[in-house]
């Protein structure tokens, strides 16, 4: 399990959002963490500032943006008082943030300027209605750029997470020490220990999805005719069981014996098989990196990763590796 320290939560209406508050309280307490709410406000430009001057009747022409602004942070904060009150009630420190800008670029700075473990934002219920996706701009920026983890709460659906999953690359090509003996993955490391945290059950069980190809299969059979069909199965069950070893090794080194690990290795592209794995086994939380483990310097998510989430319909915890850089400056 990992330590948690201090949690966002990227708000945008106290209504829609209360079942994710009470969760984020509840794991908050859980993890003796204390929670910042950001809310960001547009920002006000010379041009919608003139329009107000003009229009609205409760603004005087000798009003200040300065003032304005300080008018609409008072009136936001307001809103929050029931979650303060919330808070309070479990002891759960509780910090209210009213920002102006683009939210997810707030929200990123705040996370790089105040050592933020989690950031938690929801869903929105019309990018669910109007496109097939669930992430709409927005959560896209916060996947891409953000350093922390980005838990991303689908609309709509229940909490606590009933079923999770965790999604881990491996390489058999590297990974090696000096006694030629695998070493488990950082971020493999860090998913596993991230989906342990949120298992909510007397009996945690964790599933661990990792989608395998044998690669060489096709020029086997291309350059070798002679083999038969349980030859080509042989072959692809050993490439299989490498996996499969590779995968037991990551459960085995995060050393949670109270947790019951189930690997589900389909084969295929990982793009086109993990949505559907997903989709068949009800997952409720996705817990995956969304950067390659030997990313390359200004890659801010990996073509693999954009592509599943493209696809999935559930909420998705999303990791970087430790050593990514955000984009977006403090």
Same mark, same amino acid.
């Given at each position: ?24 309280? /509840?794991?908050? &307490? ?9 809310? *960001? ?11 107000? +001057?003009?229009?609205?009747? =409760? ?21 929050? +008082? ?6 309070? *009630? ?10 102006? %800008? ?13 050592? #933020?473990?989690?950031?938690?934002? @929801? ?5 669910? +209605? ?5 992430? =709409?701009?927005?959560? !896209?920026?916060?996947?891409? &750029? ?28 590297? %990974?090696?020490?000096? =006694?030629?003996?695998?070493?488990? =993955? ?19 069980? !964790? ?6 190809? *044998? ?22 069950? +050993? ?5 499969? &070893? ?13 947790? /019951? ?7 295929? &592209? ?21 950067? %390659? ?17 493209? @696809? ?5 915890? *999303? ?8 984009? #977006?400056?403090?």
């Amino acid at each position: 399990m990992t330590v948690l320290n201090h949690l966002l939560l990227l708000s945008q209406s106290v209504k829609n959002e209360q079942e994710l508050f009470k969760w984020t309280l /509840k794991f908050a &307490k859980q993890n003796n963490a204390k929670i910042t709410v950001l809310r *960001a406000l547009p920002e006000i430009d010379h041009g919608l500032f003139h329009w107000l +001057t003009e229009v609205v009747a =409760d603004v005087s022409s000798d009003t200040t943006p300065e003032a304005l602004m300080t008018k609409q942070r008072q009136a936001t904060l307001s809103e929050f +008082t029931t979650w303060q009150d919330q808070a309070k *009630a479990v002891d759960v420190a509780l910090a209210v943030q009213i920002e102006f %800008g683009k939210p997810f670029y707030r929200a990123i700075q705040y996370v790089l300027n105040h050592s #933020v473990d989690w950031l938690i934002k @929801q869903t929105d219920e019309a990018t669910h +209605t109007l496109t097939k996706h669930i992430f =709409d701009s927005q959560d !896209l920026h916060l996947l891409r &750029k953000c350093p922390c983890p980005v838990l991303l709460h689908k609309h709509g659906t229940n909490l606590p997470f009933q079923k999770v999953m965790a999604c881990l690359d491996v390489n058999l090509d590297d %990974g090696f020490g000096d =006694d030629n003996i695998r070493e488990p =993955d950082e971020l493999n490391q860090r998913i596993l220990a991230e989906a342990t945290n949120v298992l909510d059950s007397e009996e945690p069980y !964790l599933e661990v999805l990792h989608a395998w190809q *044998a690669e060489a299969e096709n020029l086997v059979r291309h350059w070798n005719t002679d083999f038969s069909e349980e030859d080509m199965f042989q072959f692809t069950e +050993t490439i299989r069981h490498q996996h499969l &070893k590779a995968i037991e090794l990551e459960i085995e080194a995060l050393n949670a014996p109270k947790i /019951k690990f189930e690997p589900v290795l389909p084969k295929g &592209k990982p793009e086109e098989v993990i949505p559907h794995i997903v989709e068949l086994h009800k997952v409720d939380l996705l817990v995956m990196g969304t950067l %390659g483990r030997h990313g390359l310097p200004g890659i801010i998510i990996g073509n693999t990763s954009e592509s599943i989430l493209e @696809q999935v319909n559930c909420s998705v915890l *999303a990791l970087k590796p430790s050593s990514f850089v955000s984009p #977006v400056k403090a």
